[in-house]
């Protein structure tokens, strides 16, 4: 971003350095820095640091807010995608014609995206994620009830569970912080990928999604806990809102594949261990304090989470969580997908 050259009144603020609103202060040119003004005064920095406000590129008004120094010092972890990662459609022709393209991307980053810049409506779009998905595998159903598009956006009637009868609400049709976890942790066999049509972005600055690369935790957990984590089985409770005929699993959380990347299925509360295991009990603890730590993971920045954008990711590679939510219209559309059989 480029900015205007300030031509200050007062020569002693000639000698200074005025910096955008990401800084906490003024700060002076060290390089050049005089001890006094050209009329031989002495020159007072910290009367001139308190006098000199700085300014921000992104300004909403007139006003300046002093920010406290413990919330200037702690900077966001933000998710950065590689350049061969981000695509545009300027049609669904095109849209579909980089399919090649976006698998390559999913197998080597794990992510890809998509940048609708064609008109249409909304259905128009989700129309052409369900295609670019059938075109890399197959699509799979949310529950007995349920297909393959499934709404995240604040839906308070839930849907009818066919395990209970009942309604049942998911925490995607809620507002609530949604902790980390990968998509179908509860499923027999977890779908590899799954992609968001992003409808309607969080414009109050909620619902922040995350992520975090599963290669980070297997580096950051002690040996005999990931030999735990990979080799025994571990319960998983099916929630109601995803019911397709069974209750409960057992399953490693995690998989290490002897030619890919490690693999995991998590979801805070879905996967417990045996109560007489110590050895368990102690490995999923020890993963969910390190899940816990506040610098855990990555956002992605907004500019990346907008408006007719489609988003494509690794399901079992990534982990990811999203903040509470602020507005009450964010909408995205959600398709779980398995791996083509040629790449499965």
């Known amino acids: 971003m480029a900015f205007k050259q300030l031509r200050p009144s007062s020569p002693a603020l000639r000698n200074m350095s005025i910096v955008p609103s990401s800084c906490s202060r003024v700060l002076p040119l060290t390089a050049q820095r005089r001890n006094y003004t050209p009329q031989g005064m002495p020159l007072d920095f910290n009367r001139l640091q308190k006098d000199v406000r700085p300014l921000s590129p992104l300004s909403r008004s007139a006003s300046t807010v002093d920010v406290p120094l413990k919330a200037q010092q702690k900077s966001e972890k933000v998710f950065s995608f590689p350049s061969s990662t981000l695509f545009r459609a ?17 197998y080597e980053h794990g992510v890809a995206k998509i940048q609708c810049e064609f008109g249409g409506d909304i259905e128009q779009k989700s129309a052409l994620l ?3 998905v059938n075109a890399l595998g197959k699509a799979d159903t949310h529950s007995a009830t349920e297909g393959a598009l499934w709404d995240i956006k604040n839906k308070p009637e839930g849907v009818i569970s066919q395990g209970t ?18 998509d179908g942790s509860f499923e027999e066999k977890p779908t590899r990928f799954f992609a968001f049509h992003i409808i309607h972005p969080d414009r109050q600055g909620g ?3 995350r992520l975090l690369p599963v290669s980070d935790i297997v580096n950051s957990l ?14 998983i409770k099916v929630p109601p809102e995803f019911f397709k005929g069974a209750h409960t699993l057992r399953k490693p959380l995690l998989e290490r594949p002897p030619n890919g990347p490690a693999l995991i299925r998590y979801r805070k509360g879905v ?3 045996d109560e007489n295991d ?9 993963l969910e304090n390190l899940l816990q730590a506040e610098d855990a993971g990555f956002a992605v920045p907004a500019e990346h989470f907008r408006e007719d954008t489609l988003l494509l990711l690794d399901n079992r590679r990534f982990l990811h969580s999203r903040t509470s939510i602020r507005d009450p219209n964010r909408w995205l559309r959600r398709v779980r997908f398995h791996a083509d059989s040629a790449a499965a």
């Open 278 to 286: 110590a050895e368990a009990q102690r490995a999923i603890r020890v």
């Open 207 to 209: 619902g922040v999604f």
């Open 165 to 182: 009868g009942q309604k049942a609400i998911a925490i995607s049709h809620t507002l609530d912080e949604f902790s980390w976890h990968i």
């Open 130 to 132: 369900l295609d670019i």
């Open 222 to 235: 002690p040996a005999d806990v990931t030999e735990i984590l990979a080799t025994k089985d571990f319960n």
């Open 90 to 106: 300027w049609s669904k022709d095109e849209g579909l014609a980089q399919v090649p393209l976006y698998r390559q991307s999913l």
């Open 271 to 273: 996967c417990t261990a």
